[in-house]
């Protein structure tokens, strides 16, 4: 550390000689990435091929995926369709034979969109409701369908949730957010299944403890975290300073009583590429996790930017998921191993990169898109503590990716020529549902829960996100096909389309049978219970009291299982539960030939959108 020091500021100094001795070491350490041999057979580049003809995924998800298909998910459906049969409805029999035909069977994923600290919580209240392992939501009829996911997908807001959810092990929704005890010391004996640290969603984002002295302490100290990978010889920006950040709230290894001790890692070191270590991932009983982050290149093309928004739909989408990083877009499709992400060429090779705290600040990386005033008023503290310290660096506002891409589609990707990738937040084209990496057609995927916590008028959603999800899916027609959508939000909003669960493309003809069906779930009014709203907070709100988080948590359930009431004096559709079932395995039962019947006939007239 030492020679670090020059750089360092005076009120750093100041951090350093108060009570945290020289400890700042071992997060900065921790966060440093590595250089060393390359394994044999190393390929920093795997082309993924075209989704017209010879499109594939990595061997490590197309294995995971079978595993889970094969071992996992059978059962899954088994006491997934026995929580919605105890509901009372009763269901054609064609939907408990798809649910058990293992080889041909519903494909879903669950996306879960962007919004902040809001979208966090929400999206998290809205798998909760899924998640068979509560058993309110069990009961409810809803709860089960989470655990017959291969796919989720998270963006921003979304992908701090599901990074956080993944490498704490995948447990149960309030032991992620609220955890009830805490995890033994460094290199004491914690229980990893439970002990994580949990979200601190009470401690400000940006200014944690209210106390100046402490928060600029805490500020310094974000940023002096990074200093160690920018003396390795490695791009730092104020995404970093993100990164640390997050850090405390969404990767493992803060707690309350550690909060502001520099002798705890504090997330740093925890990557992405590890979740495969976890025991939730190696035995396949999570979702295949799966977070996004949009790019800026120099060449953008203006006339594809929706007016508001920043990066334009033509540019490519970049996934990270437990084995690779890369593009399925056209102008790329091509991807690089998470674990040496930082490597730029096969000579030498970086491990340490993929912190999973970066991957959430990349995805969210939305500095770029804020005016310097509501950037300052945000996020004063830590951008004044940055740009004294390292002077240029809040003008970076990208989070820099060593360019494991150099050289590679060069007619048609626009970053081909630049050392560093330059991600941004994965909303900035509009489309704030992570969407994208579920339409792959090497996936197949046949379903897809669309979750939608976005803000527009008084931060509910509007569903603008999917009209631009239909326009990019227009611009890249032989790589992905999206169901018809309402082309403008007054068209959603006029038709409670953002109030009610929604499903789009149920018509099928056999041409258009690999589209996938969404169910759109939005966080877009207040509960028809009357309630009071409590889930349209601001996304700049960066402060929640844990009763406010159970609140949100406990309003979305309500939101995720009152349905559309066939009857308007009714606040909830019993047979919301079974709807939701037939929706799932629409698809599949369009693929065996069967007709539509029974009480599934009737649930798809009410919920599908023509
Ligand atoms: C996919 O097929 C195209 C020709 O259709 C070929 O140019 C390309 O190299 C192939 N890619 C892979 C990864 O096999
Ligand atoms: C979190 O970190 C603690 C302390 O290093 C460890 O004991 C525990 O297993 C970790 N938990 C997870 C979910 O990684
Ligand atoms: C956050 O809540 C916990 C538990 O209620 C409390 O111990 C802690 O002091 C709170 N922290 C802040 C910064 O409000
Ligand atoms: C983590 O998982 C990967 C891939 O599943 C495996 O190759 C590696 O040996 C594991 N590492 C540890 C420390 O268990
Ligand atoms: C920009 O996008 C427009 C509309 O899709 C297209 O007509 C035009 O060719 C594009 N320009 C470039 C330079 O790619
Ligand atoms: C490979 O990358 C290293 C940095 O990691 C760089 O020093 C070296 O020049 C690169 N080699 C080539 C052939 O590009
Ligand atoms: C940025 O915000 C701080 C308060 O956090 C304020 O003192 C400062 O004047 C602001 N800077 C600019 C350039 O507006
Ligand atoms: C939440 O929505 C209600 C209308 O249902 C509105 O009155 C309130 O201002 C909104 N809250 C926020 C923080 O936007
Ligand atoms: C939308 O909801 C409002 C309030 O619940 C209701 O008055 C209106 O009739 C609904 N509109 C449609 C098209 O269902
Ligand atoms: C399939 O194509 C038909 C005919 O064009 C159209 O009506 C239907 O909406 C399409 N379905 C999907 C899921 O795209
Ligand atoms: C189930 O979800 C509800 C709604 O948020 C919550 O109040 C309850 O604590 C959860 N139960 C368990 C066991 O996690
Ligand atoms: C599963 O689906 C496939 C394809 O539709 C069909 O051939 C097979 O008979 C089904 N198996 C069972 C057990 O229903």
Same mark, same amino acid.
């Given at each position: 550390?030492?020679?670090?020091?020059?750089?360092?500021?005076?009120?750093?100094?100041?951090?350093?000689?108060?009570?945290?001795?020289?400890?700042?070491? +071992?997060?900065?350490?921790?966060?440093?990435?590595?250089?060393?041999?390359?394994?044999?057979?190393?390929?920093?580049?795997?082309?993924?091929?075209?989704?017209?003809?010879?499109?594939?995924?990595?061997?490590? @998800?197309?294995?995971?995926?079978?595993?889970?298909?094969?071992?996992?998910?059978?059962?899954?459906?088994?006491?997934?369709?026995?929580?919605?049969?105890?509901?009372?409805?009763?269901?054609?029999?064609?939907?408990?034979?798809?649910?058990?035909?293992?080889?041909?069977?519903?494909?879903?994923?669950?996306?879960?969109?962007?919004?902040?600290?809001?979208?966090?919580?929400?999206?998290?209240?809205?798998?909760?409701?899924?998640?068979?392992?509560?058993?309110?939501?069990?009961?409810?009829?809803?709860?089960?369908?989470?655990?017959?996911?291969?796919?989720?997908?998270?963006?921003?807001?979304?992908?701090?949730?599901?990074?956080?959810?993944?490498?704490?092990?995948?447990?149960?929704?309030?032991?992620? +957010?609220?955890?009830?005890?805490?995890?033994?010391?460094?290199?004491?004996?914690?229980?990893?299944?439970?002990?994580?640290?949990?979200?601190?969603?009470?401690?400000?984002?940006?200014?944690?403890?209210?106390?100046?002295?402490?928060?600029?302490?805490?500020?310094?100290?974000?940023?002096?975290? /990074?200093?160690?990978?920018?003396?390795?010889?490695?791009?730092?920006?104020?995404?970093?300073?993100?990164?640390?950040?997050?850090?405390?709230?969404?990767?493992?290894?803060?707690?309350?009583?550690?909060?502001?001790?520099?002798?705890?890692?504090?997330?740093?070191?925890?990557?992405?590429?590890?979740?495969?270590?976890?025991?939730?991932?190696?035995?396949?009983?999570?979702?295949?996790?799966?977070?996004?982050?949009?790019?800026?290149?120099?060449?953008?093309?203006?006339?594809? /930017?929706?007016?508001?928004?920043?990066?334009?739909?033509?540019?490519?989408?970049?996934?990270?998921?437990?084995?690779?990083?890369?593009?399925?877009?056209?102008?790329?499709?091509?991807?690089?191993?998470?674990?040496?992400?930082?490597?730029?060429?096969?000579?030498?090779?970086?491990?340490?990169?993929?912190?999973?705290?970066?991957?959430?600040?990349?995805?969210?990386?939305?500095?770029?898109?804020?005016?310097?005033?509501?950037?300052?008023?945000?996020?004063?503290?830590?951008?004044?503590?940055?740009?004294?310290?390292?002077?240029?660096?809040?003008? @970076?506002?990208?989070?820099?990716?060593?360019?494991?891409?150099?050289?590679?589609?060069?007619?048609?990707?626009?970053?081909?020529?630049?050392?560093?990738?330059?991600?941004?937040?994965?909303?900035?084209?509009?489309?704030?549902?992570?969407?994208?990496?579920?339409?792959?057609? =090497?996936?197949?995927?046949?379903?897809?829960?669309?979750?939608?916590?976005?803000?527009?008028?008084?931060?509910?959603?509007?569903?603008?996100?999917?009209?631009?999800?239909?326009?990019?899916?227009?611009?890249?027609?032989?790589?992905?096909?999206?169901?018809?959508?309402?082309?403008?939000?007054?068209?959603?909003?006029?038709?409670?389309?953002?109030?009610?669960?929604?499903?789009?493309?149920?018509?099928?003809?056999? =041409?258009?049978?690999?589209?996938?069906?969404? /169910?759109?779930?939005?966080?877009?009014?207040?509960?028809?219970?009357?309630? =009071?709203?409590?889930?349209?907070?601001?996304?700049?709100?960066?402060?929640?009291?844990?009763? @406010?988080?159970?609140?949100?948590?406990?309003?979305?359930?309500?939101?995720?299982?009152?349905?559309?009431?066939?009857?308007?004096?009714?606040?909830?559709?019993?047979?919301?539960?079974?709807?939701?079932?037939?929706?799932?395995?629409?698809? =599949?039962?369009?693929?065996?030939?069967?007709?539509?019947?029974?009480?599934? @006939?009737?649930?798809?007239?009410?919920?599908?959108?023509?």
């Amino acid at each position: 550390m030492a020679s670090s020091l020059p750089l360092v500021s005076l009120s750093l100094i100041l951090a350093y000689t108060s009570a945290t001795t020289y400890a700042q070491a +071992v997060p900065a350490k921790a966060y440093t990435p590595i250089k060393g041999p390359c394994p044999a057979d190393f390929e920093l580049v795997r082309m993924a091929g075209s989704a017209a003809s010879n499109q594939t995924l990595s061997t490590g @998800e197309a294995a995971y995926i079978q595993s889970r298909k094969s071992d996992v998910i059978p059962s899954a459906w088994h006491t997934y369709l026995s929580n919605v049969e105890a509901t009372g409805t009763t269901l054609p029999s064609y939907v408990s034979a798809l649910l058990a035909n293992s080889s041909d069977g519903p494909t879903l994923g669950i996306a879960t969109s962007g919004g902040g600290y809001r979208a966090a919580i929400v999206g998290a209240g809205f798998l909760n409701a899924l998640d068979g392992r509560n058993g309110t939501s069990a009961a409810a009829g809803t709860g089960g369908l989470l655990q017959g996911a291969s796919y989720l997908s998270g963006l921003s807001g979304g992908a701090w949730f599901v990074s956080s959810l993944a490498q704490a092990n995948f447990p149960t929704i309030q032991d992620l +957010v609220f955890p009830s005890t805490e995890y033994a010391a460094p290199g004491g004996a914690g229980d990893a299944h439970v002990y994580w640290g949990g979200w601190h969603a009470n401690y400000s984002l940006a200014a944690p403890s209210g106390d100046l002295l402490v928060d600029l302490a805490y500020v310094d100290a974000c940023v002096s975290e /990074i200093l160690d990978k920018q003396l390795a010889g490695y791009p730092v920006t104020f995404a970093d300073v993100w990164s640390r950040t997050l850090a405390r709230h969404f990767a493992n290894g803060t707690t309350e009583s550690n909060f502001y001790d520099e002798a705890y890692p504090h997330g740093a070191g925890v990557l992405f590429s590890d979740i495969a270590n976890t025991s939730m991932f190696e035995s396949r009983q999570m979702p295949f996790p799966i977070v996004i982050a949009d790019i800026d290149v120099p060449t953008t093309n203006a006339s594809e /930017i929706i007016p508001g928004d920043t990066e334009p739909l033509t540019n490519p989408i970049f996934e990270f998921n437990v084995y690779e990083m890369g593009s399925y877009d056209p102008m790329l499709s091509a991807f690089a191993p998470t674990k040496y992400l930082g490597t730029a060429n096969g000579s030498m090779c970086v491990t340490n990169y993929d912190q999973t705290s970066f991957v959430a600040a990349s995805s969210s990386e939305l500095f770029n898109d804020l005016t310097f005033d509501l950037l300052n008023d945000t996020f004063g503290p830590l951008l004044a503590a940055a740009s004294d310290t390292l002077p240029g660096l809040q003008n @970076e506002l990208y989070a820099y990716w060593p360019n494991p891409f150099y050289g590679v589609a060069s007619d048609t990707f626009g970053a081909s020529k630049q050392s560093n990738l330059h991600l941004v937040d994965g909303g900035e084209d509009g489309q704030v549902i992570p969407l994208q990496p579920l339409l792959v057609k =090497a996936r197949g995927i046949d379903v897809i829960v669309a979750i939608d916590v976005n803000n527009a008028e008084n931060n509910f959603a509007d569903g603008g996100t999917l009209i631009a999800t239909q326009d990019r899916s227009a611009l890249f027609p032989s790589a992905y096909s999206f169901p018809p959508v309402p082309t403008t939000t007054a068209e959603f909003t006029s038709q409670n389309l953002t109030t009610r669960p929604t499903f789009f493309g149920c018509t099928t003809t056999p =041409a258009n049978l690999s589209t996938p069906l969404v /169910i759109y779930l939005a966080n877009g009014g207040p509960p028809h219970d009357g309630a =009071a709203p409590v889930t349209n907070t601001s996304t700049f709100q960066l402060t929640y009291e844990e009763s @406010e988080v159970q609140a949100m948590l406990d309003q979305t359930f309500v939101l995720a299982t009152q349905g559309y009431p066939a009857n308007a004096s009714e606040t909830t559709d019993s047979e919301w539960p079974a709807c939701l079932a037939c929706a799932v395995v629409d698809r =599949a039962r369009a693929r065996a030939g069967t007709a539509r019947s029974g009480v599934c @006939e009737s649930c798809l007239d009410r919920y599908c959108w023509s």
